[in-house]
């Protein structure tokens, strides 16, 4: 059976077409500047490229060249769009109401709808890329898979603020945490590499990409997470600043007279590695930077370590018992140095890194010495993957 998988951010929109029977990935592609000038779609099938230079002005009309793609004569991967047996959402916030993936109908889009406030940048065009494939693709089932369900079985200690308790009740401010479908993907991969029975495994997920989150997971369940209401708190980010004192951004509305808006540019936008470093937010060009003697550029990954290590400790203590630590997404799978100097320090629970086995990128690995007590591994993430399986399980289409 073949499920499409859909990921809709504001301006962009990745794909890709699977094959279950064999989890094979057939087509798949990216469209970038939906809306704006120079639009494009990048499609890959049949072991060919082909990239289309069209005006796309909103996401349906990109979702139709992409349909149009899947069933190309050169790159098509199929002949027909009724080979996709359903096609799988990546929806940004479910709020409280969904701790799992779910088919899609009018009430689970009216709930997607009430999560806007939530998820004001994100779930709009999620919303979109559901509408517009039930009206191109009719008939066919749509399940929406949420980076947020994962994370809702945390204790209620770990997702309640301190603040005054009718915030939550009644505007439900409270720690949600975001990537959980990665983290999902990845501790169940690091269960099977231990060969241990996903319930007995207490395992740590370093998400370390653009966006950055650790998650604590215990017998298959999330029971901490460090991203919050929105994905700006926790770890320090490529452009995000992560926790700072809340009183900093009273601080400054006062003395700079920021707006709201400013405020929320400036701790999304200029902050994190960007902000500290001034060079970019790319860890790649910051790593180079600082290998050139780049003070500020050491500083950035300085305190971008820091904040995962100590996280890290943080969680081996709501966990009691740490089995394996994860390193997945863009940094975490392929900065040695970064998995390095996060590890440092470590020792004391258990963590002892192999620099051999370490250098390595991208690929499933385990990293830590020969009877370390704590394992580590690099487990490559593959969101899509998770969501074509959830799809999959829900439509009971195989
Ligand atoms: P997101 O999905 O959040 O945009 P990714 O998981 O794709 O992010 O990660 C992107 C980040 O991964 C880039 O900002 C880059 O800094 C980092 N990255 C990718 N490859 C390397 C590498 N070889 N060395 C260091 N950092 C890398």
Do not use: W
């Not at 005006?55 to 009309?61: I, L, R, S």
């Not at 080979?83 to 997607?112: L, N, P, T």
């Not at 231990?194 to 998400?207: F, S």
């Not at 600043?241 to 007279?257: E, H, S, W, Y």
Request: with cysteine; charged share 25%; glycine share 10%.
């Amino acid at each position: 059976m073949k499920i499409l998988v859909i990921n809709c951010g504001s301006s962009s929109l990745k794909y890709q077409l699977f094959d279950m029977d064999g989890e094979q990935v057939l087509a798949k592609g990216l469209v970038e500047r939906i809306g704006i000038d120079g639009s494009r779609l990048k499609a890959k099938g049949n072991g060919k490229e082909k990239l289309y230079e069209v005006e796309m002005k909103d996401h349906k009309e990109a979702l139709r060249y992409v349909l149009e793609a899947l069933t190309d004569e050169e790159i098509g991967a199929i002949t027909s769009l009724h080979q996709i047996g359903a096609v799988g959402h990546r929806v940004v916030h479910g709020g409280e109401k969904y701790s799992a993936s779910v088919e899609i109908d009018d009430d689970v889009m009216k709930g997607i709808e009430e999560c806007i406030e939530l998820a004001p940048l994100h779930n709009p065009p999620n919303l979109v890329g559901i509408k517009a494939i039930q009206e191109l693709m009719p008939g066919a089932p749509n399940v929406a898979v949420f980076d947020t369900a994962f994370h809702q079985t945390m204790p209620k200690e770990q997702y309640i603020y301190a603040l005054p308790y009718e915030l939550y009740e009644d505007l439900k401010v409270r720690r949600y945490g975001f990537h959980g479908t990665s983290h999902k993907f990845v501790s169940d991969r690091a269960a099977m590499m231990l060969g241990m029975e996903k319930e007995d495994v207490n395992v740590i997920t370093c998400h370390l990409g653009n966006g950055a989150s650790l998650a604590a997971v215990k017998g298959g369940k999330c029971v901490a997470t460090s991203m919050g209401m929105t994905p700006l708190e926790g770890l320090v980010m490529g452009t995000r600043c992560g926790n700072i004192d809340p009183q900093i951004v009273t601080f400054l509305m006062a003395k700079r007279g920021y707006s709201i808006e400013e405020m929320d540019n400036i701790m999304n936008k200029k902050s994190g590695v960007l902000g500290v470093s001034g060079v970019s937010s790319d860890f790649r060009d910051i790593e180079e930077e600082a290998k050139k003697g780049n003070e500020r550029a050491q500083l950035a990954l300085d305190i971008f370590h820091d904040r995962v290590r100590k996280t890290i400790a943080a969680y081996a203590t709501v966990l009691g018992r740490v089995d394996a630590i994860v390193f997945t997404a863009g940094l975490g799978e392929n900065s040695k140095e970064s998995r390095m100097e996060i590890c440092k320090n470590l020792e004391f629970m258990g963590v002892e890194i192999d620099a051999a086995k370490n250098d390595t990128r991208g690929k499933e690995v385990e990293i830590s010495k020969d009877g370390a007590k704590v394992k580590a591994f690099v487990i490559p993430t593959n969101e899509e993957l998770m969501i074509a399986r959830d799809t999959l399980a829900i439509t009971d289409c195989g």
